[in-house]
């Protein structure tokens, strides 16, 4: 069979390259083409772009680049008419790809098109439920609370589990030691570490990465490591790392966390990847425009949380800075307490213990690719 595949960030690139891995384990004869990552790739994809090339965040920013951004999607949408596949995946990634579901169910009826990973929408954009409903033969949810919400709206769909549960789990250097993991990064094997995670994308690491390392370079019994994302050229954490005793450690971002006291997020998948990696942490997400920027987003917003930590457990659970509320000084108020044996460390620990128990520990992409397959042969010729 033939696999047309799109991730539009380095989370989707991992998530999607263990699920074609997953599927050429069930079809031998598969084929894959698509747009994702490194990850994608090296599984066999052959990649029609990379997601470095679409990887723009805001209103702003979109416009700035809509020619870009159409002429890619003008090139997904011929590579889909000439290869002509079985079935179309999409990950995520829900501005990009719900057109494309649009262009398949239009011109290309015979191809069902599976959307892994579902857009947000429980928490904004709604409207965008029509669009799935109307191009999406089937939604398959890695969040235990999706299944009633989208099923409720008339979708079909399908929870197989959290795939960063897998990643997780399949993880390189599992095991290893601070002492191997510090030297083979050049870092002290005599300080813990904050980890900080800043984000995937150029505009996200502007935003968030300053005032990161702003407060948590208050704590000298510590040492600070970035999770450099793989996608982003090193000069740009130069940009803001002068004057700061910290490293760049690239394309380990579980390794580090393995090793890691605690850590400063960027909501998103993130959050939850150091919570399965029991880290405590702090969370944040940078808006522009002070407090009315907040709660105009506020008022867009369906849900009480943002990060999938507190989304998961139905509570607070980890603390979420977000627009006015995330400043050095917060960040650096609600890190303290993560940084030595306490009430708030212990409480968080136990809590994520809880949401793992939840997501369960059957293998996701293998489960996927399974439940995509018998989809795909029991659908109506």
């Given at each position: 069979?033939?696999?047309?595949?799109?991730?539009?960030?380095?989370?989707?690139?991992?998530?999607?390259?263990?699920?074609?891995?997953?599927?050429?384990?069930?079809?031998?004869?598969?084929?894959?083409?698509?747009?994702?990552?490194?990850l994608m790739q090296q599984q066999g994809v052959n990649m029609v772009r990379h997601y470095r090339d679409m990887a723009y965040m805001g209103f702003i920013q979109v416009i700035l680049h809509l020619r870009t951004i159409l002429g890619i999607m003008r090139e997904a949408c011929r590579s889909i008419d000439t290869f002509h596949p079985d079935m179309v995946i999409l990950v995520d990634y829900p501005?990009?790809?719900?057109?494309?579901?649009?262009?398949?169910?239009?011109?290309?009826?015979?191809?069902?098109?599976?959307?892994?990973?579902?857009?947000?929408?429980?928490?904004?954009?709604?409207?965008?439920?029509?669009?799935?409903?109307?191009?999406?033969?089937?939604?398959?949810?890695?969040?235990?609370?999706?299944?009633?919400?989208?099923?409720?709206?008339?979708?079909?769909?399908?929870?197989?589990?959290?795939?960063?549960?897998?990643?997780?789990?399949?993880?390189?250097?599992?095991?290893?030691?601070?002492?191997?993991?510090?030297?083979?990064?050049?870092?002290?094997?005599?300080?813990?570490?904050?980890?900080?995670?800043?984000?995937?994308?150029?505009?996200?690491?502007?935003?968030?990465?300053?005032?990161?390392?702003?407060?948590?370079?208050?704590?000298?019994?510590?040492?600070?490591?970035?999770?450099?994302?793989?996608?982003?050229?090193?000069?740009?954490?130069?940009?803001?790392?002068?004057?700061?005793?910290?490293?760049?450690?690239?394309?380990?971002?579980?390794?580090?966390?393995?090793?890691?006291?605690?850590?400063?997020?960027?909501?998103?998948?993130?959050?939850?990847?150091?919570?399965?990696?029991?880290?405590?942490?702090?969370?944040?997400?940078?808006?522009?425009?002070?407090?009315?920027?907040?709660?105009?987003?506020?008022?867009?917003?369906?849900?009480?949380?943002?990060?999938?930590?507190?989304?998961?457990?139905?509570?607070?659970?980890?603390?979420?800075?977000?627009?006015?509320?995330?400043?050095?000084?917060?960040?650096?108020?609600?890190?303290?307490?993560l940084l030595q044996d306490g009430d708030r460390r212990s409480q968080m620990l136990a809590d994520y213990r809880q949401i793992i128990e939840q997501l369960g520990t059957e293998p996701v992409s293998q489960r996927a690719a399974k439940d995509l397959l018998d989809t795909y042969r029991q659908r109506p010729q």
């Amino acid at each position: 069979m033939k696999y047309y595949i799109i991730a539009g960030e380095a989370s989707g690139d991992l998530h999607a390259s263990n699920l074609v891995a997953s599927l050429r384990a069930l079809d031998s004869e598969a084929q894959f083409k698509g747009m994702g990552g490194d990850l994608m790739q090296q599984q066999g994809v052959n990649m029609v772009r990379h997601y470095r090339d679409m990887a723009y965040m805001g209103f702003i920013q979109v416009i700035l680049h809509l020619r870009t951004i159409l002429g890619i999607m003008r090139e997904a949408c011929r590579s889909i008419d000439t290869f002509h596949p079985d079935m179309v995946i999409l990950v995520d990634y829900p501005s990009f790809n719900l057109k494309i579901a649009k262009y398949v169910h239009q011109h290309h009826p015979d191809i069902p098109v599976y959307y892994y990973i579902a857009p947000k929408l429980w928490a904004w954009k709604a409207w965008r439920l029509k669009a799935i409903k109307k191009n999406v033969d089937r939604v398959f949810s890695i969040l235990p609370f999706e299944v009633e919400w989208f099923g409720s709206r008339g979708c079909q769909v399908d929870y197989i589990g959290n795939p960063c549960v897998d990643a997780v789990e399949g993880r390189n250097h599992k095991g290893e030691t601070f002492e191997s993991f510090s030297q083979r990064n050049g870092l002290t094997s005599s300080l813990p570490i904050i980890a900080l995670l800043a984000g995937s994308r150029v505009q996200e690491i502007r935003q968030n990465l300053p005032a990161m390392l702003q407060a948590a370079s208050t704590y000298p019994q510590f040492q600070l490591v970035i999770a450099g994302a793989p996608s982003i050229d090193a000069s740009l954490y130069d940009e803001f790392t002068a004057g700061y005793n910290v490293k760049v450690v690239y394309g380990e971002t579980y390794e580090l966390l393995q090793q890691a006291y605690a850590a400063v997020v960027t909501s998103g998948t993130a959050t939850l990847e150091t919570a399965l990696m029991q880290v405590p942490q702090v969370v944040v997400y940078y808006v522009s425009g002070g407090k009315p920027a907040y709660y105009i987003l506020r008022s867009l917003i369906h849900v009480k949380y943002v990060s999938l930590v507190n989304l998961i457990a139905g509570r607070e659970v980890v603390h979420e800075l977000l627009s006015y509320e995330f400043t050095a000084d917060n960040i650096r108020k609600y890190l303290a307490p993560l940084l030595q044996d306490g009430d708030r460390r212990s409480q968080m620990l136990a809590d994520y213990r809880q949401i793992i128990e939840q997501l369960g520990t059957e293998p996701v992409s293998q489960r996927a690719a399974k439940d995509l397959l018998d989809t795909y042969r029991q659908r109506p010729q």
